[in-house]
Each structure stands twice: as structure tokens, then as C-alpha cells.
């Protein structure tokens, strides 16, 4: 399996990352151990998480995907053999959110100690807090850091300008810098990471890990019509952002491709990002160990120019 450096970390991932907001939403403790078994044994390394996920599922409080993924560290002791990626920031109840010092402080012991672990390799901060200075936050880091809890950091959801204000604190000050960057792109959704935001990235030769890498499911072409909501827990919000002219043009185009390139739309859609220059992992879940095999057929799949332009006029966007 290729392995890919993360940023400048001397991480080695393999170029596709689990996404672990499923476990306890839509796959349960037994499943997740499954599918989790099932991607190390296909040769992968890499799995991100959240302290906040999967809070939106009914019963849920927070943490539930962390503890999921500790038990799975415990029974299987396979500690070394995975890169575990977690963030901070997202609201886990009253008063507990943002990047605050104190908060970190107190949310990295809770991550540890759900994921039964004594480090983290990935830190990353969930969203911007414009409230703390990034002085702030990345000082809390960098203890964490001193200390051995984190080995690196990184962001997601930050915007071009403050990303590049907060790689410019840690160059000033000598505090660590975020070495990768966590945004939702992918075939559908591509303005908010082209342009800018993807310049910055590269410029600082930062690692890129991209969320809804399969817009939701939708990019696996199980989503034709708006009876296919049914299909998912999730449908109805895939259905309603992703089917529109735009989305069934890009749809059309990946049936092409993946009937040219004997694969399917969901591999030709994670091949798509791992082409992209710049792109590290595209991070994707599954929820059955099919979709899985789908989806880890991807690292095989190599796109020639030709498949590579015609996704990208399909998927044009202004
Ligand atoms: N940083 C952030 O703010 C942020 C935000 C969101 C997500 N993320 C990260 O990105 C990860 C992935 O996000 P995501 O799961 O929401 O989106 P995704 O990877 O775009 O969609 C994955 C979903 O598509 C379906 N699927 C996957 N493979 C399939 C296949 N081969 N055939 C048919 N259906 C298939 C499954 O859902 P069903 O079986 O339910 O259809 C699966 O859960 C998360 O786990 C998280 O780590 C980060």
C-alpha cells in the first residue's frame, strides 16, 4: 500500500482515512469493530474521529465514536499500527466548546481516556473560534505537544484568511502550525477548497485530508431519484442538496468513467480527489463491510487524463 507523508509531520498514512462519525450513529460498537478490522486488514492506517461525534444521534452525548474506537484499540492492542485522528472544539454540552486553553486542557484528558490511549497523532482543531487568540490555542498545543499527548496539529473548517493568519503566528512566534487541513471537498463541492484556500495549503505544504469525500453518499450513484432518500438514515439531506442538474451531470460523468475504468462511482470519486495535486487522504466512512471493499478499491485506481478531465468539466464550477 502507498503511504503518503502527513504535511510535513513524517506521518506515514495510507492515501484513505476512515471517517469515524458513524460509530454509534449508524453502525453499532460490533460493526465498528468489524469495519474497522476490515481496513487495517486491506492495508490502512488511518482513522478520523471527533470528541463530538456522534452527538446529533438521538440518545447520544458525545464521545460515543471515541469509545467505540478505544475498545477497539484495547482488544486488538494495534496501538502502533494506526494514525488516530481526533478534534476539539465542537460543542460537547454547556460551556464545552471552542479552543480556549483551559477547555483543550480538559477536553484532551476526555479523548484519551475515551480512546484508551496515551497519545494522540492528530490533534485538530474542529472549527474557528474567533474568540481565542490563535497564541492562545497553539500555545495550549505546544504544551501538549512537550508533553507527549499530541504529535502534531492541524485544522478544519478555516477559512483561507485565517488560515494563513495562524500558519503566520506559528512562524512569528515559534509556536507549532497546524500541518494539515480537514475541509469538505469533493467532486460536488469544490469552490470552497479550489481558489484560495487550496493555494494556501499548498504554499505552506500542508497535508489535506477532505470530509464528505462521497458528498454524503451521494457520489456512490445510489441517490437517483427522491425515492432514494429511503435509502439512508441520512438520505433525505443528501438527496435535497446533491440532486440537482449539477449533481446528476457529475453523476453521469462518473458512470462513464467507472464503466471505462471497470470500477464503480464511489471508487472513481475517492480516485478523483487522490489525483488531486495537493490531496493527502479524502477521508470516507462506510457502514457495511461491502461499502467498504467498494470504497478501499479506490487506492488501486489509477485515472488517466482523459477520465480526470472529463470528471472536472462535468463538475465545473464558477
Ligand atoms: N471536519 C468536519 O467538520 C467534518 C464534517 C463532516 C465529516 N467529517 C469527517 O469526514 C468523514 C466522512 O463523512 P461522512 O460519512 O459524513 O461522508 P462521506 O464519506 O461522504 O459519506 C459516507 C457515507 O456514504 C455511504 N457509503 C459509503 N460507501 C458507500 C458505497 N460504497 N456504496 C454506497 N454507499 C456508501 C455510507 O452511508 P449510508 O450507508 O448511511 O448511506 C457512508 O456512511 C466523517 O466520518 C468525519 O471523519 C468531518
Redesign the pocket.
Known sequence: MEKRTLGQTGIAVAPL?F????FGW?VDEAASHRLLDAFVEAGFNFI???DS?STWAPGNRGGESETIIGTWLKSRRNRDQVVIAT?VGSEMGPGRKGLRPAYIRQAVEDSLRRLQTDRIDLY?S??DDPETPFEDTLGAYGDLIDQGKVRAIGA??LTAPRLREALDVSARTGLPRYETL?P?Y?LYDRSGYEGELEAVCRDAGLGVIT???????F??G?YRSAADAG?????EGVVSRYLDERGRAILEALDEVAAQHRA?P?QVAIAWLMARPGITAP??????P???A??AAAARLGLDAAAMARLDAASAWS
Open positions: 482515512c471517517g469515524g462519525n458513524v449508524t478520523d474521529t471527533a461525534y478534534k485538530q474542529h472549527w478544519s473548517n480537514q469538505r469533493n470530509y464528505y469525500s462521497l458528498a454524503s453518499g457520489l456512490t445510489k435509502k439512508s438514515a441520512r438520505g464503480t464511489a477521508i470516507a466512512s462506510a457502514t457495511r461491502e461499502q467498504l467498494d470504497l
